[in-house]
C-alpha cells in the first residue's frame, strides 16, 4: 500500500511561484507512474501533468505547459511540480497520484494511490 503525502502548498500573488512535493512510502517508488491533478471548486478534477519512470517522459496539460515542470526523486521516494507564472485560475488543491501501469495517463481513474492534496490559492 502506497501512501502519498503532499506539502508546499499556500497563497501567492499572481505571477508568483511555489514548488509542491509529494512523498511517496510504502511502495517502490521508482516503479510508479507518478502524476498531479487538481480541482478548483465547483469544477470537475483535471489533470496537470504526469511522469513515467524515465525522468525525461513527462506530459503537461495545455494550460500549465511552459509553466509548471514536474520531476523525481528515486533516492527520496519524492514527486515535484515547480509552478512559475501562476494565475489565479490555477487555484485549486492539488493531488498526487501514483500508479504502476496506467493505460490513459492523463485520466485519474487510472491511479490507484492518491494524496489529500494541498491547496494553492492564486490572487490577482
Known amino acids: 500500500q502506497v501512501q502519498l503525502v503532499e506539502s508546499g502548498g499556500g497563497l501567492v500573488q499572481a505571477g508568483g511561484s511555489l514548488r509542491l512535493s509529494c512523498a511517496a512510502s510504502g511502495g517502490t517508488f521508482w516503479r510508479y507512474v507518478m502524476a498531479w491533478f487538481r480541482q478548483a471548486p465547483g469544477k470537475e478534477r483535471e489533470f496537470v501533468s504526469v511522469?513515467?519512470?524515465?525522468?525525461?517522459?513527462?506530459s503537461y496539460a495545455d494550460s500549465v505547459k511552459g509553466r509548471f515542470t514536474i520531476s523525481r526523486d528515486n533516492a527520496k521516494n519524492t514527486v515535484y511540480l515547480q509552478m512559475n507564472s501562476l494565475e489565479p485560475e490555477d487555484t485549486a488543491v492539488y493531488y498526487c497520484?501514483?500508479?504502476?501501469?496506467?493505460?490513459?495517463?492523463?485520466?485519474?481513474?487510472?491511479?490507484?494511490?492518491w494524496g489529500r492534496g494541498t491547496q494553492v490559492t492564486v490572487s490577482s
Open positions: 511522469i513515467r519512470w524515465s525522468y525525461t517522459d513527462t
Open positions: 497520484a501514483a500508479s504502476e501501469h496506467p493505460v490513459e495517463i492523463r485520466s485519474g481513474t487510472q491511479y490507484n494511490y
